[in-house]
């Protein structure tokens, strides 16, 4: 009895900390002068761990925005990529929830 509710008490742990480490993410991006060009393209973003490139989400560019949203991203770099748009660099670590402007690369905004 006892090691049946230890192994109920341990697959409940392990649950639940696989539930916590998960970190959902919105991510805005606003095409602005390229928007017209990416409208009805697809766009992508990607991730850099070591060599290799993944794709963690792909959206349909509407009305010159992008919104990417899941349920997990883990910290890392990562770019977002739009027809013939240049590419956009960000890094994840804290904030999973951000707006960006492609015509002011200093204009960012998260919480």
Not at 20 to 32: L, S
Not at 41 to 48: D, I, N, S
Request: proline share 4%.
């Amino acid at each position: 009895m006892n090691r049946c509710i230890s192994a109920i008490l341990l697959c409940f742990c392990m649950i639940s900390f696989c539930f916590a480490q998960q970190k959902p993410y919105r991510i805005t991006i606003k095409w602005n002068n390229e928007g017209s060009s990416c409208d009805g393209k697809m766009a992508y973003l990607t991730g850099f761990h070591g060599d290799e490139v993944q794709v963690y989400d792909s959206v349909v560019v509407r009305k010159g925005t992008s919104v990417f949203k899941g349920k997990n991203l883990p910290d890392g770099l990562y770019q977002v990529k739009a027809g013939n748009a240049n590419p956009i660099h960000l890094v994840i670590s804290e904030s999973r929830k951000l707006t960006y402007w492609n015509d002011a690369p200093a204009h960012i905004e998260g919480s």
